[in-house]
Nanobody, 126 residues
Framework: QVQLVESGGGLVQAGDSLRLSCVPS????????MGWFRQATGKAREFVAG????????TYVDSVKGRFTISRDNAGNTVSLQMNSLKPEDTAVYYC???????????????????WGQGIQVTVSS
C-alpha cells in the first residue's frame, strides 16, 4: 500500500508561483511513474504532468508546458510540481498519483494510476 500526501497549495494572484510537493510512503514508491492531476469544479479530472521512475522522462499537458516543471528526488522520497506564471484557469484541486505498473512510460489517463493523494486546493485570482 502506498500513501500519498500533497502540500504547498494555496491562494495566489495571476502570475505568481507555487510549488506542490508529494511525499509518498511504501516500499514500492521509487520504482513507479508519478503524476500530477487536477480537477476544477464541474470538470473531469485531467492529467497535468508526469515523470518516470528514473526521472529522465517527463510529460505535460499542453496548457502548462513552459510554465510547470515536475521533478522527483528519489533519495528524499519527494515528487514536486513547480508552477510558474499561474493563471486563473489553473484553479483546481491538485492530486498526486502513483502508477506502479509503469516504470518508463508516463501514462496520462487517471484510471491507470493506482494510488492517489487526498488533493490540495490551488486558487489563482485574476
Amino acid at each position: 500500500q502506498v500513501q500519498l500526501v500533497e502540500s504547498g497549495g494555496g491562494l495566489v494572484q495571476a502570475g505568481d508561483s507555487l510549488r506542490l510537493s508529494c511525499v509518498p510512503s511504501g516500499e514500492t514508491y521509487v520504482r513507479t511513474t508519478m503524476g500530477w492531476f487536477r480537477q476544477a469544479t464541474g470538470k473531469a479530472r485531467e492529467f497535468v504532468a508526469g515523470i518516470n521512475w528514473k526521472g529522465d522522462k517527463t510529460t505535460y499537458v499542453d496548457s502548462v508546458k513552459g510554465r510547470f516543471t515536475i521533478s522527483r528526488d528519489n533519495a528524499g522520497n519527494t515528487v514536486s510540481l513547480q508552477m510558474n506564471s499561474l493563471k486563473p484557469e489553473d484553479t483546481a484541486v491538485y492530486y498526486c498519483a502513483s502508477d506502479p505498473h509503469s516504470l518508463q512510460a508516463v501514462r496520462i489517463r487517471p484510471v491507470e494510476y493506482t494510488y492517489w493523494g487526498q488533493g490540495i486546493q490551488v486558487t489563482v485570482s485574476s
